[in-house]
């Protein structure tokens, strides 16, 4: 009557395998991690450094926020595991949402 909520007949299997897919997922959080401090790194040195056209560390700077955004989502908040399904959809649809009205506004202005 305790708290098994083991799936199969063998606890010590389930252990395992949860402390090795926990293993593989620190794994990949701590390589996103690095890739996004160097990806900020790299952001930092668009913007002070003066051989850089403004337009290009501009667009260079979006470019790696959306890098961040996408690392983020798929190792931070487990976008990637399966029953995130729902979540996804509706942040997609919000992105997509948001990004119309940002090409419509820009249109708009720009006409």
């Known amino acids: 009557m305790g708290n098994n ?6 606890p010590k299997v389930d252990v395992q395998f949860r402390r ?3 293993l ?3 794994k990949y959080q701590i390589i996103s991690f690095s890739l ?5 790194l790299i952001a930092f ?5 003066d051989g850089i056209s403004d337009g290009f ?3 260079t700077i979006l470019l ?4 961040q955004v996408i690392f983020q989502l798929y190792y931070f908040m487990h976008m990637s595991h399966k029953g995130h399904e729902l979540p996804a959809m509706f942040l997609y649809s919000g992105l997509t949402v948001g990004a119309v009205t940002i090409l419509a506004f820009v249109t708009i202005v720009w006409i």
Do not use: P
């Open 5 to 10: 909520h083991e799936n199969s007949a063998h």
């Open 20 to 22: 090795r897919k926990n």
């Open 24 to 26: 593989e997922d620190m």
């Open 36 to 40: 996004m401090i160097f990806l900020t």
């Open 45 to 49: 040195v668009a913007i002070g450094y």
């Open 57 to 59: 560390a501009v667009i």
């Open 64 to 67: 790696l926020a959306i890098v």
